[in-house]
């Protein structure tokens, strides 16, 4: 049930965040002095930890949704699918310490 409600939870922040996106990006041909402030204020630590939510957010998505076509298009998917989240929760870290570190180095000017 984690794995369901986690999925969700990511799908509905990065729908949100391209949203966002696309707005701010849009704003560039509306005024690219307003532009040029909306940037600016991404560039704050604050930001940069939103980005590594982000960042978390699409690579856990992005694992579990290749978890579920494994349970809906493999014979015996249903039988492993709590072993398959482990496993996705096992690269999902692995794939953010190698992530994290140098981001949050970048980000607090270390």
Known sequence: MWSWVLHRITGVAIYFFLLVHILDTALVRVSPEAYNAVINTYKTPIMGLGEAGLVAAI?????????????????????YHRLMFWAVIALWVVLLAGFLPRHLMHVFGG
């Open 59 to 79: 690579g856990f998505h992005a694992l579990n949704g290749l978890r579920i076509i494994l349970i809906d298009f493999w014979s015996v998917g249903t039988k």
